[in-house]
């Protein structure tokens, strides 16, 4: 089968779920599947050396020649709405002119970001004569509402459901990451059948616990072991509102066991690691992201760590790097609507706690908690680490991807 893949980032752009497409690439690989993959030159999360090499690479040869990266010069992402927004446009012509001229596709696969890839699909698959799968990681254009970027009476809220619309009436299959999800798109009158549930996953034998004495980032990084580490990874953007941590940061600033370690990537991640120094908040370290290798290690510095949304983010999204810090056996803080679906599995399981993200007060008072409660750390610790390997493995995930894939080729 021939799959033809449109990425908005490629390695080595770094963002929070870079291991996922990699995991399914390497999946249609074993399957002898040919895969072709459109996506801008690098820009997020790289060096300036790589992005200078990159610049001169238009075509690369991966997997022993079974898959082979199409690149294509596109600006600098910035943080501005509308400078970003004309970035996704020239993106996705790019990908439609050169996906127009690839032969005998299958399959075209992509995901939501950026939220008008889909169209992107629909105009290559009405050319070349493919199926169309769409893996359904972020319910646009409600995450705008959600994030306060548009109100439901706005133009550009208008404009999102027209383009939704569209893009779920060119699907032969949708994947979604959550049962809220389906549940949102079944009332937005998508066809059950078009749906299926598969949760993002981790590869736990590649992310497993390391102890902190083992653990050589704090020494690279000038990170001490013996205080408590709170740690966020992940990207820096006005959904994730990391503001609230460095609120809370700096709320504490004066019990000296507490240390806050964030790294992240995106738009947000300039201003936040100025406010830091500009205020002196000095119990708080902001890094960029790690190479993915080392995801095991940075979440595995955190006695606990942080999934963090602004109020209401949660019910239109699930943040898959919650299996990834639950792999490293360490215990989830979810700074998440309570009545999130997020919010039930870590209740649930015994594995985290959860915060308002309205209120920074209610995340120091949890923070204060956990550290006088040294055995429900350990608890939580144990039930992230079993959950992770039992619900939210890779292998099962990737073979369940792999399969509506395949599926939705056949019938086309």
């Known amino acids: 089968m021939h799959v033809l893949f449109l990425?908005?980032?490629?390695?080595?752009?770094?963002?929070?779920?870079?291991?996922?497409?990699?995991?399914?690439?390497?999946?249609?690989?074993?399957?002898?599947?040919?895969?072709?993959?459109?996506?801008?030159?690098?820009?997020?999360?790289?060096?300036?050396?790589?992005?200078?090499?990159?610049?001169?690479?238009?075509?690369?040869?991966?997997?022993?020649?079974?898959?082979?990266?199409?690149?294509?010069?596109?600006?600098?992402?910035?943080?501005?709405?509308?400078?970003?927004?004309?970035?996704?446009?020239?993106?996705?012509?790019?990908?439609?002119?050169?996906?127009?001229r690839i032969d005998n596709v299958d399959v075209i696969y992509c995901n939501s970001t950026p939220p008008i890839q889909g169209l992107t699909a629909k105009a290559i698959k009405k050319k070349v004569g493919s199926s169309f799968v769409y893996s359904l990681q972020d319910l646009f254009p409600d995450s705008l509402v959600t994030a306060g970027i548009a109100t439901k009476d706005s133009i550009s809220y208008r404009i999102g459901l027209k383009i939704e619309k569209k893009t779920y009436e060119a699907c032969n299959a949708i994947i979604t990451l959550s049962e809220s999800f389906r549940k949102l798109l079944l009332g937005k009158g998508v066809a059950p059948k078009q749906i299926d549930v598969v949760y993002n996953w981790i590869n736990?034998?590649?992310?497993?616990?390391?102890?902190?004495?083992?653990?050589?980032?704090?020494?690279?990084?000038?990170?001490?072991?013996?205080?408590?580490?709170?740690?966020?990874?992940?990207?820096?953007?006005?959904?994730?509102?990391?503001?609230?941590?460095?609120?809370?940061?700096?709320?504490?600033?004066?019990?000296?066991?507490?240390?806050?370690?964030?790294?992240?990537?995106?738009?947000?991640?300039?201003?936040?690691?100025?406010?830091?120094?500009?205020?002196?908040?000095?119990?708080c370290s902001v890094f960029p992201l790690m190479p993915l290798n080392r995801v095991g290690e940075v979440y595995s510095m955190g006695d606990i760590d942080i999934v963090c949304n602004a109020l209401g983010i949660s019910m239109v999204g699930m943040p898959s790097k919650t299996w990834t810090i639950m792999s490293t056996g360490t215990p989830v803080v979810a700074i998440v609507d309570s009545n999130s679906e997020l919010a039930d599995i870590i209740k649930q399981s015994n594995s985290g706690w959860i915060c308002d993200p309205s209120n920074t007060s209610d995340f120091v008072n949890v923070l204060k908690h956990i550290t006088n409660q040294p055995s429900e750390l350990v608890r939580y610790g144990i039930g992230a680490r079993i959950l992770a390997v039992n619900r939210f493995g890779k292998q099962q995930a990737v073979n369940a991807y792999l399969d509506i894939i395949s599926s939705a080729s056949s019938k086309h």
């Open 7 to 100: 990425a908005a980032y490629y390695p080595p752009e770094k963002t929070a779920d870079t291991h996922l497409e990699q995991d399914l690439i390497e999946g249609m690989v074993k399957r002898g599947w040919k895969v072709d993959i459109l996506c801008p030159t690098p820009t997020r999360g790289c060096s300036k050396e790589d992005i200078e090499v990159y610049k001169k690479i238009k075509e690369e040869k991966q997997f022993d020649g079974n898959v082979i990266v199409h690149r294509f010069w596109a600006p600098q992402e910035r943080t501005k709405a509308v400078a970003r927004a004309l970035r996704y446009l020239w993106c996705c012509i790019r990908q439609i002119h050169i996906g127009k």
């Open 204 to 283: 736990t034998e590649d992310v497993y616990p390391i102890k902190k004495e083992d653990n050589k980032l704090f020494d690279e990084l000038g990170i001490k072991r013996d205080k408590f580490t709170i740690l966020y990874a992940g990207n820096f953007g006005k959904s994730q509102n990391i503001d609230y941590l460095v609120d809370a940061a700096k709320a504490v600033i004066d019990i000296d066991i507490y240390q806050f370690v964030l790294f992240g990537a995106g738009s947000e991640f300039d201003r936040i690691k100025q406010r830091v120094a500009t205020e002196n908040i000095s119990n």
